[in-house]
C-alpha cells in the first residue's frame, strides 16, 4: 500500500472552502490538479453518494483513464473518492479554525501491480509530492478567489 497525507490551513472560513471543493469539483477540481486532462460526470447533479466521474490524467508523462465514485460525503468535514475498477482511495477533510479551514488531503492506493513493485520508493516519493501540490494549488486558488 502506498498513502501519502498532506496538510495546510487556509485563510477563507469553512464553508467556503468546502464550497470550493466539494460543491464546485467539478469545475475547480482540473483547476487544482493540472494533472487531469478531462473530467466527464458520469452522474447528473451535484456531488452525492454514488456520484461518480470519468478522468483522463497524465501524472509524470504516464497517461491515465479512470472512472471513481463518491463513497463518504460529510457536508462540512469530509469527502472521499474511491476508484470503481482501479485500488485508489482519495479524501478531502475540512477542519474549521475560527475565520481559517484546515484542509487535510490524502491519497492511498490499495495495491502496485507486479510491475511497478521495483519502483515503489520512487512512487511513494511522487504520491507524497502530489499531495502536497493538491494542498498548495487549492490553498493559492482559494485565497486567491475568495478570501
Request: contains cysteine.
Amino acid at each position: 500500500m502506498v498513502k501519502a497525507e498532506s496538510k495546510t490551513l487556509i485563510r477563507c472560513p469553512l464553508p467556503a472552502v468546502y464550497a470550493f471543493v466539494v460543491e464546485g469539483f467539478v469545475r475547480n477540481y482540473p483547476r487544482w490538479s493540472p494533472e487531469v486532462q478531462s473530467l466527464r460526470p458520469l452522474t447528473e447533479g451535484p456531488l452525492c453518494m454514488g456520484w461518480t466521474a470519468h478522468q483522463v490524467r497524465i501524472d509524470q508523462g504516464r497517461r491515465t483513464e479512470t472512472d471513481f465514485r463518491v463513497v463518504v460525503l460529510d457536508p462540512q468535514r469530509r469527502v472521499c473518492f474511491r476508484g470503481v475498477r482501479d485500488p485508489f482511495v482519495i479524501e478531502y477533510r475540512f477542519v474549521e479554525r475560527g475565520d481559517e479551514t484546515g484542509l487535510i488531503f490524502s491519497f492511498e492506493l490499495a495495491r502496485l501491480g507486479f510491475a511497478l513493485r521495483p519502483f515503489e520508493k520512487l512512487i511513494r516519493l511522487a504520491v507524497q509530492d502530489g499531495t502536497e501540490r493538491v494542498v498548495r494549488n487549492l490553498k493559492l486558488l482559494i485565497e486567491r478567489e475568495i478570501a
